[in-house]
């Protein structure tokens, strides 16, 4: 459960620092698209007047008669033609900033500046430079004109995106409880039971009756005391050793006694591969080295079954 408190309280941070603000943006941005465009652009020279210190300068006699969504603005610094795309649905390329740049030198300004609800592509930012034209696009724009947004539209962005981010912050509350609690019941599941965990006392070894000793195979020997002509028992004794060390050799399967001179390996490595190790293990026993030896054709592998010996006598 700590782990879902944990991720709940980083998801809520994050819908509501972030998200939200992103979400504000994007409603105040239709917000804005949806004002008349004369509205908008008394919205937008109001805010450059109040924070850029730009004034309206007047144009020429005929023009002034047109409504426009262009126009002059002028400080101390200098003049500056802004163009006003009105809409969300504006992607201003190359061609867009050429021809601002091209009419703000017409008009004697020093620069222009292009602004739109919508997007300026990425690839026209170097283009604007070279134009001396200051692009105030949807992210760069809603800074700027929040402060001038009529107090009805203001509080109804807003109150979306309040709305929008406990609705988010909710939902994320109801997954993170789910995970803590899938999580909670695995642990449980995994965890060992009381009973599981009870020490069985030691029961001292059952004695063998000598009858079944006498069945057990006897131990092998060390190579140095091994026989050269071994009774039955011991003999039998030396196969089950190679059987078992001849599943460890790479690319053997298994190694089975077909008879008392037959010894049957399947493999799936090549010949040249494992016949070095077999021979190995078989050559330790003196009673076994001159023994046949049936290699069975690898599965899938269309060769001959091979008969060899490792030595003779």
């Known amino acids: 459960m700590l782990l879902a408190a944990v991720l709940f309280v980083i998801t809520a941070l994050y819908l509501w620092l972030v998200k939200r603000r992103v979400t504000e943006r994007a409603l105040g941005l239709q917000a804005l698209a949806g004002m008349h465009w004369r509205d908008f652009s008394e919205l937008v020279k109001r805010a450059l007047r109040e924070q850029r210190g730009l004034h309206t300068l007047p144009r020429g006699e005929e023009e002034s008669r047109q409504p426009a969504s262009d126009f002059l603005l002028g400080s101390a610094e200098g003049s500056r033609l802004v163009w006003c795309k009105h809409g969300l649905a504006y992607r201003i390329g190359t061609a867009a900033i050429n021809e601002l740049g091209a009419a703000a030198r017409l008009a004697g300004a020093r620069g222009g500046v292009l602004i739109t609800e919508g997007k300026v592509e990425r690839a026209s930012v170097a283009t604007a430079e070279k134009q001396a034209v200051e692009v105030l696009d949807g992210p760069r724009l809603w800074p700027l004109l929040l402060p001038y947004l009529p107090g009805d539209i203001e509080s109804r962005v807003r109150g979306a995106a309040r709305h929008e981010a406990v609705r988010r912050i909710v939902i994320a509350a109801f ?18 039971s009381p ?24 131990a092998v020997p060390a190579p140095a005391t091994l026989q050269a002509d071994p009774d039955d028992e011991t ?26 001179q037959t010894l049957v390996v399947s493999r799936t490595g090549t010949l040249e591969q494992v016949w070095p190790g077999i021979c190995a293990k ?10 046949r030896i049936q290699l069975n054709a690898r599965p899938g592998v269309d060769e001959p079954v091979r008969w060899r010996q490792c030595a003779t006598l």
């Open 282 to 291: 078989v050559v330790d026993y003196p009673a076994l080295r001159t023994v």
């Open 195 to 218: 009973a599981a965990t009870v020490t069985v006392p030691a029961r001292a070894p059952t004695p063998v009756p000598a009858a079944t000793a006498a069945a057990v195979p006897t």
């Open 175 to 192: 997954a993170c409880a789910t995970i803590g609690l899938l999580a909670a019941v695995s642990f449980k599941h995994e965890a060992p």
């Open 235 to 260: 003999l039998q004794a030396y196969q089950q050793a190679v059987s078992r060390a001849l599943r460890k050799v790479p690319g053997v399967t298994s190694g089975i006694w077909q008879t008392r």
